[in-house]
C-alpha cells in the first residue's frame, strides 16, 4: 500500500454541535440546516457554471410497480456507455449503504454489463445493532470506531442507532449489514473510499476495503481524513473541506482511468 500525507486543519468545533444526542432526529436535522445557512455555497467551477446544462426528470420502474425519480445532465449529450466507459456505483453515508446493497445485489444477478467501479464515502456497512453477530475477530481487531468515536459531532453511536431504527429492517440481514455476507468475491477491481478518522463508522470501511481487496483483488484509493468527523466537509470555512469536491473528482478519475493507474491501493491522509 502506498503511503501519502497531506496537510490539512482540524475540524473547528460549532457550539450547537455540542452533546446532538440530547435532541430527537427532526431537530439534529434544524441544526445542520441552521448552521449550513450560514456558510457561503460552494462555488461551481467556471468551467462548467458556462456551460447550459438541460436536465430531464424521468422515472424508472421497480420490479415492485415503485416507481424510481430520477434525473439525466442532457440526455442527447451523452455518448458513455457503461459496456465500454466504465459503470460506477456509488454514494455518500447511506447512500454509500445502498451502494453497497446495490454492488452485492448486482453481482449475485450477474448484472450486464457489470459494475466496474465503487465510490464509497463514509458508508454504513453493519448496523450498530448488529455488531454483535459481528465475528470476535472484526470487534476486538478491526471495528473499533464505534466505541471510540461514540460522543464525536456530527454523528454520534446514538444518533446513528436512531436513524438506523428508521430503517425497518432487521440489522441482521446481510443485504443491508452487507459486512455480514458470507461472499466477497467478484467484485469490481477498483473502489474509491472516503474515510473520516473521527467517525463511528471509519471501521466498518476499512474493514469493507480490506475484504474486497483480499477476496477480489480490488484495488483502492482512499482518502483518510485524519481528525475529521462524519461528512465535514459541509462546512466550508474549513481549507480541508474547499478541497473535498477535488478529491471526489481524483477518486473518480481513479475509477475511470487506464488500468495501470489502479496496480496497487494508495492511502492519502489528509490532515
Known amino acids: 500500500m502506498k503511503l501519502t500525507r497531506v496537510n490539512g486543519q482540524l475540524v473547528a468545533s460549532q457550539p ?20 449550513e445557512a450560514q456558510i457561503p455555497l460552494r462555488q461551481v467551477p467556471d468551467d462548467i457554471s458556462e456551460r447550459s446544462v438541460t436536465v430531464t426528470d424521468f422515472t424508472v420502474p421497480a420490479r415492485d410497480g415503485y416507481a ?6 442532457g440526455e442527447a449529450h451523452l455518448s458513455a456507455s457503461p459496456a465500454t ?8 453515508s447511506s447512500g454509500a449503504n445502498f451502494a453497497g446493497v446495490i454492488a452485492y445485489t448486482a453481482r449475485d444477478a450477474g448484472l450486464s454489463p457489470p459494475i466496474t467501479g465503487l465510490f464509497i464515502s463514509i458508508p454504513v456497512c453493519l448496523m450498530p445493532q448488529a455488531y454483535p453477530l459481528a465475528p470476535a ?11 471510540q468515536n461514540a460522543d464525536n459531532p456530527l454523528l454520534t453511536r446514538k444518533s446513528l442507532t436512531d436513524i438506523q431504527d428508521l430503517y425497518g429492517c432487521p440489522p441482521e440481514d446481510p443485504r443491508i449489514s452487507f459486512l455480514l455476507n458470507k461472499d466477497h468475491s467478484k467484485f469490481p477491481g477498483r473502489a474509491y473510499f472516503q ?35 462524519h461528512g465535514f466537509w459541509r462546512f466550508l470555512q ?12 481524483d477518486g473518480i478519475g481513479f475509477l475511470c482511468a487506464e488500468e495501470e493507474r489502479a496496480q496497487q491501493t494508495e492511502l ?4
Open 137 to 147: 475477530e472484526w470487534t476486538e481487531k478491526h471495528l473499533l470506531s464505534l466505541e
Open 16 to 35: 450547537q454541535l455540542i452533546n446532538l444526542d440530547r435532541v430527537g432526529i427532526v431537530e439534529r436535522k434544524r441544526i445542520f440546516c441552521e448552521i
Open 238 to 249: 474549513m481549507k480541508v473541506s474547499q478541497g473535498w469536491l477535488d478529491d471526489v473528482v
Open 85 to 92: 466507459a466504465g459503470f460506477l456505483v456509488g454514494g455518500i
Open 268 to 271: 492519502v491522509v489528509k490532515v
Open 68 to 73: 424510481i425519480p430520477a434525473a439525466i445532465n
Open 195 to 229: 474515510i473520516c478518522g473521527r467517525d463511528p463508522l471509519r471501521d466498518e470501511a476499512f474493514l469493507w476495503q480490506m475484504l474486497l481487496e483480499r477476496h477480489s483483488g480490488t484495488k483502492s484509493k482512499i482518502h483518510l481524513y485524519s481528525g475529521q468527523p
